[in-house]
């Protein structure tokens, strides 16, 4: 079964960096997606950014130009670099992956446990 290790959280001040980490485990043979959403108390979760096979990639409005994220497929890892962060980027970050193929099958999507980010003002 694939397995998702995310990392890099914690609590950061207000203008500062954070650099999340997502590692897929197990035996994996292709993903087609891999992104960050985040849920914030009281808020429905929702999409931060995503990037494809081909590089191309997706942010929320609220990010552009303050987060990148990128991935290296040799590692099956995706990053999210997160820059001049707010208060309003306060939630819990969750790893996802989209359209993975494994020796047992097609899966449509992988979900990491979740890991908090807390900026403070």
């Known amino acids: 079964q694939v397995h998702l290790v995310e990392s890099g959280g914690g609590s950061v001040q207000a203008g500062g960096s954070l650099r999340l980490s997502c590692a897929a485990s197990?035996?994996?043979?292709?993903?087609?997606?891999m992104g960050w959403y985040r849920q914030a108390p009281g808020k429905s979760r929702e999409l931060v950014a995503a990037v494809a096979v081909g590089d191309s990639t997706n942010y929320a409005d609220s990010v552009k130009g303050r987060f990148t994220i990128s991935r290296d497929n040799a590692k099956n890892t995706v990053y999210l670099q997160m820059n001049s962060v707010k208060p309003d980027d306060t939630a819990v970050y969750y790893c996802?992956?989209?359209?993975?193929?494994?020796?047992?099958?097609?899966?449509?999507?992988?979900w990491g446990q979740g890991t908090q980010v807390t900026v403070s003002s």
């Open positions: 996802n992956l989209g359209g993975v193929t494994t020796p047992g099958g097609y899966y449509d999507n992988y």
């Open positions: 197990g035996s994996i043979y292709h993903i087609n997606r």
